[in-house]
């Protein structure tokens, strides 16, 4: 007896990898995924584009001129007014249903780093509990920072355990602390890549490459840890070429 065909609706696709997808589809993809905590997403995206397409249509048309030229560039000027001012909504509020979605859900805090511009190396779960308390590395221009995110006092001890086998690899390098949370003296999600970007700027480029390679002679004697699972948007990878530096 034959095994009945897998219909269409059975069969499903497999999550489309954001790295292979066109501009478009990046675009699309973040929009659904932004729709489903922000059903207003696309009322704000319409109405900045009215608001801020009205005022640039205003500003060129009361600039010298007459004719048709005038209407051409009022109506230009108008189109990349309101385009601006749209993208740069879409961009705000894509990444805060983003944040919003990957909150609390174990690997956040490295799906959140991964938006960091370039000259940052960010290594995910390097040391992490049974309860999926997780550490996770990043080395840049402030040095080390090491982020834990979990249960406040466990993560604090896996950071002092991590804080002193870097000391010993790395001992000239800053090393930071921040612990990922809503608590007192912990960094919300939303607010942990701005807050890693402010450390400073403490290390330059021949002393940070040194410093890389002290690290992976250091993670090569680890054992492989997987960073726990959970269900953080994958839109995140397609959304970061759009959200970088706003």
Not at 89 to 101: D, E, P, W
Not at 216 to 229: G, T
């Amino acid at each position: 007896m034959k095994a009945p065909k897998a219909s269409k609706a059975t069969k499903g696709k497999a999550p489309a990898d954001p790295g292979k997808m066109s501009r478009r589809q990046q675009m699309a993809e973040t929009y659904r995924m932004t729709k489903k905590s922000d059903p207003r997403i696309g009322l704000w995206i319409l109405g900045s584009f009215l608001v801020f397409g009205a005022i640039g249509f205003t500003i060129f048309k009361i600039l010298p001129g007459s004719g048709v030229i005038e209407w051409i560039l009022s109506v230009v000027g108008g189109l990349l007014f309101g385009l601006l001012a749209a993208m740069i909504i879409f961009g705000r509020r894509a990444q805060n249903a983003a944040y919003s979605q990957m909150e609390g859900q174990p690997g956040a805090a490295a799906a959140a780093l991964g938006m960091l511009r370039r000259g940052w190396v960010t290594e995910p779960a390097i040391a992490f509990n049974r309860q999926q308390d997780v550490v996770h590395r990043v080395v840049g221009p402030p040095g080390i920072v090491l982020i834990g995110e979990g249960n406040p006092t466990r993560v604090r001890q896996l950071l002092a355990s991590e804080r002193r086998k870097h000391e010993r690899v790395a001992s000239e390098a800053p090393i930071h602390e921040i612990v990922c949370g809503r608590g007192e003296d912990e960094v919300p999600l939303p607010k942990l890549v701005r807050k890693v970007q402010k450390l400073g700027r403490k290390v330059k480029g021949p002393e940070l490459t040194d410093i890389i390679h002290r690290l992976k002679a250091m993670d090569a004697n680890r054992s492989n840890i997987p960073i726990p699972k959970g269900p953080v948007p994958t839109s995140m990878k397609g959304m970061r070429g759009n959200l970088r530096g706003r």
